[in-house]
């Protein structure tokens, strides 16, 4: 088992809990769409949106990106199954025939 790999993704959902929710929502805009152009793009949005529904603040998450209805799940089934991975557990082997 890779002992680092499996602290750093245990530890990584600690860390975006600790952060405040609001962490994301202020700073600079990296989107080369909304930068250069001013126009948002599917994704704008989504960092902020995913750290408001980490925090159950789902209505803000909601009004930032409505595609957290769709990453938020997708994100929780990868983080399950790399856990499985790292971990060496078959009781995750039913993940594999969804791909």
Known sequence: MNTVGLAI??????????MPAEYFDHGRVICPSKRFLNLECPGCGLTRALQHAIHFQFS????????????????????????????????????????
């Open 9 to 18: 993704w245990l530890a990584l959902p600690v860390f975006l809990l600790i």
């Open 60 to 99: 803000e998450a909601w009004s930032l990106n409505r595609g957290i209805i769709l990453i938020l799940p997708s994100l929780a089934f990868i983080y399950i199954h790399v856990l499985g991975r790292l971990l060496k557990k078959e009781w995750l082997s039913w993940m594999k025939k969804l791909y």
